[in-house]
């Protein structure tokens, strides 16, 4: 699986950016998708996931109720809608696909190239 990632770009404090990530390959629907973005200087961090179906989601506490994650299986791609948008968000973000990873990073078995989201204050 190749993962593509896009969407990412500068905005302000407040504001609201969404993210795709399109995947190559028949097997999408067979993956958990993730998204975990790293900022300079620290780990990467898990952010958000969603299950093959699309039925189940998790989402790290500093991004409830501002992201939400979701999936087209028919256009093989994930998304993560972020509202609310705050300076600690700056991060590249990065997609992933993995067939029972969840919120475990290790698990992942396929990384995209990531997207820088820089959040101005």
């Known amino acids: 699986v190749q993962l593509q990632a896009s969407g990412g770009g500068l905005v302000q404090a407040g504001g609201s950016l969404r993210l795709s990530c399109a995947a190559s390959g028949r097997t999408f629907s067979s993956y958990d998708m993730g998204w975990f973005r790293q900022a300079p200087g620290k780990e990467r961090e898990f952010v958000a996931c969603?299950?093959?179906?699309?039925?189940?989601?998790d989402y790290a506490d500093s991004v409830k109720g501002r992201f939400t994650i979701s999936r087209d299986n028919a256009k093989n791609t994930v998304y993560l809608q972020m509202n609310s948008l705050k300076p600690d968000d700056t991060a590249t973000y990065y997609c992933a696909a993995g067939t029972t990873a969840w919120a475990s990073k290790p698990r992942y078995d396929y990384w995209g190239q990531g997207t820088l989201v820089t959040v101005s204050s």
């Open positions: 969603i299950s093959r179906s699309g039925g189940s989601t």
